[in-house]
């Protein structure tokens, strides 16, 4: 099958050969077994890379439309990375981030109907 696959490595050019490796445990003298080959394709900064992740937090306060989120994120850079993507609650509620609060990752967010 073909894959394409991202490593933070040393730099590599094309057309570079690779073989891939796993260790098949700790014990000596180390068993390793062959993953992968292929080769390096070139470089494109127009390439795609989609990769879809779910992020949960937990509600700290809720007033109404409003609430307080912890856990979902740990620093406020985050929070103004992901500040323009629309929020989902499991009950289907929609709600945008307001701003960060603090130094630890809390955020405000608003929703469009009451939080139960």
């Given at each position: 099958m073909s894959v394409i696959a991202t490593a933070f490595c040393p730099i590599i050019y094309s057309p570079n050969k690779i073989i891939t490796f796993t260790k098949e445990s700790l014990d000596l003298p180390v068993k390793m077994d062959v993953v992968a080959t292929g080769i390096v394709?070139?470089?494109d900064p127009l390439k795609v890379i989609l990769k879809r992740v779910?992020?949960?937090g937990y509600p700290l306060r809720c007033h109404k439309k409003k609430a307080t989120i912890r856990y979902m994120f740990f620093d406020p850079?985050?929070?103004k990375y992901f500040k323009p993507v629309e929020l989902y609650t499991t009950n289907g509620l929609r709600g945008h981030i307001k701003d960060s609060l603090?130094?630890?990752g809390l955020m405000k967010c608003t929703f469009n109907d009451h939080i139960k």
């Open positions: 394709m070139l470089p779910i992020l949960t850079k985050d929070i603090g130094t630890h």
